[in-house]
Structures are given as C-alpha cells and as structure tokens.
T-cell receptor
Framework: DAGITQSPRYKITETGRQVTLMCHQT?????MFWYRQDLGHGLRLIYY???????DKGEVPDGYVVSRSKTENFPLTLESATRSQTSVYFC????????????FGQGTRLTVV | DAKTTQPPSMDCAEGRAANLPCNHS???????VYWYRQIHSQGPQYIIH???NNETNEMASLIITEDRKSSTLILPHATLRDTAVYYC?????????????FGTGTLLAVQP
C-alpha cells in the first residue's frame, strides 16, 4: 500500500537495551523526519534526512542514531534505551517540490521500563 | 527557522468560525507559514501554507498580515471533528535545510 508506515506500533523494552524503530515510505520523498512527542507536549525533531546517506541533527538528537541507506527507509535506533526515552515517536516524509507537505506515520509508542 | 507564538488553548462553538492566531515576528523573507493539526494520538496533518498572500483551500483560510509578523488560520464552520492541536510553523521553502520544527501549538476545543 502507498504511504508511510512505522513499525512496530507498540514496543516495551528494558533500560539499556538497543531498540530500532522502522519507518518506510513508498513515495520516494527526499526528506524524512523523526519526532518524539511526550505526554502533553508538542513534537520535537530528533533527526532528519535530506536524501539517502544525508542526515542531520534536530532539536533532541542525543541518545539516538539514524541511517538512511535507501530513500524509502529511515530507521531510528536507541543504542541504550533510557526511561526518559519513553515517548511516542512519529516519522514523516516530504518531497522537495510542490507545497512541501509532510506526511506522518501513525506513530510508535515506546515504553522503556 | 523563525520561532512562533500561539495561545495554548481556545474554545469555539460548533458551526462558528474558529480564528487561530500566530505570531512570527522574526520571520525572514524566504520563510513560509505552514499550519498543521494533530487530532488526538494521530500524526499531524497538513492544512495550508502561504508566503504573503492570503490563501484558501477546502479546509481553511490563511490570513497573513502585510508585515508578515503574524497570521491567522480560519476554520469557517468549525465542527466537533476539528477539535485538535493546531501548529503554526515557519519554514524555508526548498532551502538546503528543510527542517520542520513544531512549537507547542493551540488546543482548539469545539463545543457543541
């Protein structure tokens, strides 16, 4: 199906474990973004990518690693999860032309215990 | 990207127009104003954007002041389904750094 999908939708992990959140889009959009949203707060940009193999830090990058070997995929890795990383994570993609509308995934709810 | 300031919350009666203000006094000449909304637990949804002219689409209208230091999103006939957090964002169009930075937004509560 066309669109942007995140997996898993829900994840519980233990402190100190590595966990990877997946994001896949089918539009071949150049830009992809990762956000976190904590209860009662707005979205904060973690990392973004302008194209395959081009990534840059956002507002809150510490504790996260990203890669983008293929245009359609933009995985987010927590190398050693901490309780403060419990959050809802949203992935988005956007093209370089048109109105730059960003399309968001359904979110991944991550709980670190 | 320029910062934006929005009221934390607003109420609106169902069927009436909802006018959501946004201040972006440090906006630069090549930055566009974008509006998104986020309905509970879902990913944000694009609404509209503009540079300096007023814009209208099937969802809303965007009014930008002449000095571009503020704007207003208008939902002409608010419904209960318009209850959401509305984010005003300023963003360089097509620039090398194409970040999309969200502020805290305005929680619009449409009342029956």
């Amino acid at each position: 199906d066309a669109g942007i999908t995140q997996s898993p939708r829900y994840k519980i992990t233990e402190t100190g474990r590595q966990v990877t959140l997946m994001c896949h889009q089918t539009w071949s959009h150049s830009y992809m973004f990762w956000y976190r949203q904590d209860l009662g707060h707005g979205l904060r940009l973690i990392y973004y990518s302008a194209a395959a193999d081009i990534t840059d830090k956002g507002e809150v990058p510490d504790g996260y690693v990203v890669s983008r070997s293929k245009t359609e995929n933009f995985p987010l890795t927590l190398e050693s999860a901490t309780r403060s990383q419990t959050s809802v994570y949203f992935c988005a993609s956007s093209d370089t032309g048109g109105n730059l509308e960003a399309f968001f995934g359904q979110g991944t709810r991550l709980t670190v215990v | 990207d320029a910062k934006t300031t929005q009221p934390p919350s607003m109420d609106c009666a169902e069927g009436r127009a909802a006018n959501l203000p946004c201040n972006h006094s440090t906006i630069s000449g090549n930055e566009y104003v974008y509006w998104y909304r986020q309905i509970h637990s879902q990913g944000p949804q694009y609404i509209i954007h503009g540079l300096k002219n007023n814009e209208t689409n099937e969802m809303a209208s965007l009014i930008i002041t002449e000095d571009r230091k503020s704007s207003t999103l208008i939902l002409p006939h608010a419904t209960l389904r318009d209850t959401a957090v509305y984010y005003c964002i300023v963003r360089i169009y097509g620039g090398a750094t194409n970040k999309l930075i969200f502020g805290t937004g305005t929680l619009l509560a449409v009342q029956p």
